[in-house]
């Protein structure tokens, strides 16, 4: 290969890396939610109470999300979360949360019942104190 070969190639390999780092970034945004690829997601919990939104397609039939939280020493723990129909603000499942104290771990499972094949969005909003991690999973009726 001749030097602009090579050039090329690794211009061409700093964009396909690029864009695919900003295809799994966590989005802000309700309007643009990050699509669920796989049935589970992980993060960082934060004290500065960021939100971000996730789509997955559900139903028909009982969905069931676990949510897993693991505080760091001597620190809470917290995220909120909420499943939305995509098109409206209403609240198919609300006001949850699973918390981990001092180093500890904290879960919550909830389901719901689809009556059809919908997407919905997942809204997880970090507790306003402390820090840790997270894993949410989906089992039941997805994709």
């Known amino acids: 290969m001749t030097r602009s070969n090579y050039l090329m190639f690794g211009i061409f390999a700093m964009i396909?890396?690029?864009?695919?780092?900003?295809?799994?970034?966590?989005?802000?945004?309700?309007?643009?939610p990050t699509p669920v690829v796989k049935n589970e997601i992980s993060g960082d919990l934060t004290p500065?109470?960021?939100?971000?939104?996730?789509?997955?397609?559900?139903?028909p039939g009982e969905l069931t999300i676990t949510v897993d939280v693991h505080a760091r020493p001597a620190d809470i723990g917290v995220l909120n979360f909420e499943l939305l129909a995509i098109k409206s603000s209403t609240p198919l499942l609300c006001c949850e949360f699973a918390q981990g104290d001092d180093g500890g771990t904290g879960q919550d499972?909830?389901?719901?019942?689809?009556?059809?094949?919908?997407t919905?969005?997942?809204h997880l909003t970090n507790g306003p104190v402390g820090g840790?991690?997270?894993?949410?999973?989906f089992t039941g009726a997805t994709h």
């Open 132 to 137: 840790g991690t997270y894993t949410v999973r």
């Open 109 to 118: 499972i909830k389901s719901i019942k689809l009556a059809k094949r919908q």
């Open 16 to 32: 396909l890396a690029t864009s695919a780092v900003t295809a799994f970034a966590q989005s802000t945004d309700r309007d643009h």
């Open 48 to 59: 500065n109470k960021l939100e971000n939104y996730y789509s997955l397609t559900a139903g």
């Open 120 to 122: 919905i969005i997942l």
